[in-house]
């Protein structure tokens, strides 16, 4: 190959994917969709502020955002959106990144949605992530949403268990006004990502003086910006502001078969 693409120079040529829509393409990936490719620059830049790919795919869902296909975000959807390399306008030869004979990306004749540098960046921090959760010994045992859960059926607090592996959020109450002993839970990460992204969009219209300025959100943005800085919050200044902010979290039954996360079995009850 004596052609050397650049992203002023392309290379011509088909994209990969076939004939499927890509999000954020036109059929053909001749021209961005301007609202999808917006949503595509946000979970990267959201990626890097810190943001999980489970607390990625439930804010879309909750915004009604939907992927090219119509269905509903996954984390898996998410994780494909960050690590396609057609984001920074690279070609894929044999399912690697295409290279020239002195190592430099190969462009193809589609814009990117992202520059070189975040998507590179992003990269490097799905790497560092991966190599971290496979190097841990042990699942995290925070339950950060502890005091708050409640099950809607018994009315009393869901307690954080390990369960085959998994974080839950269970009710073991075993009450006499019910035929057996209760066993609703819920997977802890789905929910702990879910009621963050309710507090976060909260904060968007709250007056910290209707809850008189509680120390607990002290430094906590609010109004328009309070989204994206809600993920520069560490782990424990995020948990104190939900109990703040929330003083119940009650779970229904779900309409969903058996490890889909239901948002709609979720209700959050603000205070003040």
């Known amino acids: 190959m004596t052609e050397q693409p650049t992203p002023d120079r392309p290379l011509a040529g088909r994209p990969h994917g076939g004939g499927l829509r890509r999000y954020g393409y036109e059929l053909g990936m001749t021209a961005l969709v301007p609202a999808e490719a917006a949503v595509v620059r946000e979970i990267f830049a959201d990626f890097l502020a810190g943001a999980s790919l489970r607390a990625l795919a439930v804010g879309l869902n909750t915004r009604g955002v939907p992927t090219s296909g119509g269905s509903r975000w996954t984390v898996g959807g998410v994780a494909r959106i960050l690590d396609a390399p057609r984001y920074a306008g690279l070609l894929v030869l044999r ?23 975040e998507w590179e960046q992003v990269r490097e921090m799905r790497a560092s992530r991966a190599g971290a959760a496979a190097s841990a010994r042990r699942p995290d045992e925070r339950y950060p949403l502890t005091g708050l859960v409640r099950c809607a ?85 995020r948990a104190a502001a939900v109990h703040q902010l929330f003083e119940a979290v009650l779970i229904d039954a ?7 996360f239901d948002p709609g079995r979720v209700r959050t009850a603000r205070r003040g």
């Open 95 to 117: 399912g690697k990144v295409a290279r020239t004979d002195d190592g430099g990306y190969l462009y193809g004749a589609w814009p990117p949605c992202v520059g070189l540098a």
């Open 153 to 237: 059926r018994c009315d009393r607090r869901m307690v954080g268990s390990a369960v085959a592996g998994y974080r839950m959020y269970a009710c073991t109450t075993p009450s006499r006004l019910l035929p057996r002993q209760c066993t609703r839970r819920i997977g802890a990460q789905s929910l702990e990502a879910f009621v963050e992204q309710a507090a976060a969009l909260a904060l968007r219209t709250l007056d910290p003086a209707a809850l008189g300025h509680p120390p607990a959100l002290d430094g906590v943005t609010t109004g328009p910006d309070a989204v994206r800085q809600w993920r520069r919050l560490s782990p424990d200044r």
């Open 254 to 260: 779900s309409s969903t078969s058996r490890g889909v």
